[in-house]
């Protein structure tokens, strides 16, 4: 298997501060990867450099494609769609209106209004709600909205910044359930960055664990979860 | 009754031009959070062009279309060569690029033009409208075209895919950007747009003002009245509150002694006070609340 990410010693700043101290990782085509790590370790940054919405140094390559240099815009139209932390509705906008933003990249019409169906087949909800303004969807369906919206870019790699947050346990089953699926059916790689680490690992078939901007334990799914230090700092059991 | 009559349809027709500024300002306002205090500068040197053009020999319709282009050509390149730079730059900074660009327009256009008053033409004519002698044709122009134009922006920035863009630009950039959106280009469009719709503005309030360099200062006061009264993240609440800000200036200047038409101006500012006090947010407009 051919890495579809490359992330080669990647150093992030906000301002003086420096939030990534040289991480290091690769997603392999498929894979469905998740980074796990405590508040302010870095998970946020790391998703924000690659779409270079931060000040950064190091080498990310796509596909074999530097993307070190390139606007955000541009980054997202290489295939890259990222599900924002706060999931970065358009609230003021209906719940179409929002699908819709997520293909604008695209030129093929009719792919675009098929695409939009299969979205409501996914998640109905979204479909009893299309009309309405998406700032009064509540946090799961809005959520939703926004993993439906970056799949409308038909994107090869997605980007979830804790999707989990903020939602009902069984919500976050039946959304982490379609991202398995999506993954699978769809052939959409995906990086998830995750608190909760339990759910996280059991959908991933790999993960990388930061702390203070560095990597320190990658595997896979199964061995993180068995690990002892994981289990006590994450697990908490 | 007839002269109330008269003074809310001479109102509603200059309303529709503080309308058309006040949206043009609310553009701006949408995409950068700054207000272009040369938006009525800009206004009156594409109204020059417009009259330069007509002195040429260019016939009335293809003048207004032409000077359109070159206003919407012109708000893109002062974006790019002014504003961009200053995106990150102190709101301070940005209140001191408007003021050199109002300045700068004001005088190239006084250098070119020189400041002596000038007749522009009307294509309605200034006959009474229908036979009525409430409205003249020229207003009843005015409020025609600022009607269709409200409808074709409405129908761009509903159903078209860029308008979409913009809007989202506007709304939310970062989510935008992350959709795969340029920001940056649609800021552009935004300025563009906003200096066509002055242009038009200034074009058809021309004939009643006449035009000369300093022509678009009261109708902008106005204008800003219109998008405070309205709210300044509301395109519906600028329209709406340029048509209130116009009928309430001629009934005040008919009915409120003293009032006449020196103390107009005032007034608009007194509103625009006291809505920033009462109702900060507008009638339309969403109240801004900002995480510290």
Redesign the interface.
């Known amino acids: 298997m051919t890495a579809m990410l490359n992330v080669k010693d990647l150093r992030a700043y906000y301002g003086q501060v420096q939030a990534l101290h040289g991480l290091s990782f690769s997603l392999n085509e498929g894979s469905l990867t998740t980074l796990l790590g405590a508040n302010g370790a870095g998970k946020t940054t790391t998703l924000r450099a690659i779409c270079n919405m931060v000040r950064s140094t190091g080498a990310i390559e796509f596909e074999g494609k530097p993307l070190s240099g390139q606007s955000t815009e541009n980054v997202v139209r290489l295939g890259i769609a990222h599900v924002p932390q706060g999931r970065g509705t358009f609230t003021t906008m209906t719940v179409e209106e929002n699908l819709q933003l997520g293909a604008i990249t695209r030129n093929d019409k009719k792919g675009v209004v098929a695409d939009i169906e299969r979205m409501y087949e996914h998640f109905p909800v979204l479909k009893e709600r299309h009309t309405q303004q998406a700032g009064t969807l509540s946090g799961g369906e809005q959520q939703m909205l926004a993993v439906a919206r970056a799949l409308m870019l038909r994107p090869r790699l997605m980007l979830l910044d804790e999707p989990s947050f903020g939602l009902a346990p069984l919500i976050v089953r039946e959304l982490f359930n379609i991202l398995g699926k999506i993954n699978r059916e769809d052939k959409v790689t995906i990086l998830v960055v995750e608190q909760n680490a339990q759910l996280a690992l059991e959908l991933a078939d790999k993960a990388y664990v930061i702390e203070t901007g560095r990597i320190v334990m990658s595997g896979s799914a199964a061995e993180i979860a068995n690990n002892e230090d994981v289990r006590k700092s994450y697990l908490g059991y | 009754m007839e002269l109330f009559i008269n003074q809310v349809l001479a109102g509603i027709a200059t309303g529709a031009i503080y309308a058309c500024m006040a949206l043009a300002v609310v553009m701006i306002y949408q995409a950068i959070d700054h207000l272009n205090f040369a938006q009525g500068e800009m206004a009156m040197f594409s109204t020059f062009i417009a009259w330069q053009l007509m002195q040429w020999g260019v016939p009335y319709w293809w003048a207004f279309l032409l000077t359109l282009a070159f206003s919407f050509a012109g708000g893109i390149a002062i974006e790019r060569m002014l504003f961009k730079p200053l995106a990150k730059a102190p709101v301070l900074t940005n209140v001191a690029g408007f003021i050199a660009l109002f300045a700068i327009v004001n005088s190239v256009a006084g250098l070119t033009w020189d400041f002596t008053i000038k007749q522009f033409p009307t294509p309605f004519g200034s006959s009474p409208f229908l036979g009525s002698q409430l409205i003249s044709t020229h207003q009843a122009g005015m409020i025609g075209v600022t009607v269709g134009l409200l409808i074709l922006l409405y129908l761009f920035f509903q159903f078209t895919?860029i308008g979409?863009?913009m809007?989202?630009a506007a709304?939310?950039p970062?989510?935008?950007?992350?959709?795969?959106?340029?920001?940056s280009w649609m800021i552009a469009l935004g300025w563009g747009m906003a200096s066509a719709i002055g242009a038009i503005a200034g074009i058809l309030i021309a004939p009643v003002v006449f035009l000369e360099p300093n022509m678009m200062g009261g109708v902008l006061i106005y204008g800003f009245a219109a998008a405070v009264l309205g709210g300044l993240t509301s395109p519906l609440g600028a329209v709406v509150g340029g048509f209130l800000v116009g009928v309430f200036e001629n009934l005040a200047g008919t009915y409120i002694p003293g009032v006449g038409n020196e103390l107009k101006l005032p007034i608009a500012l007194a509103l625009i006070i006291t809505v920033l006090v009462l109702k900060p947010a507008g009638l339309f407009g969403r109240p801004i609340v900002k995480r510290v």
Not at chain 2, 174 to 183: D, F, K, Y
């Open positions: 895919r979409l863009a809007r989202a709304s939310l970062e989510s935008a950007r992350l959709v795969g959106i340029n920001t």
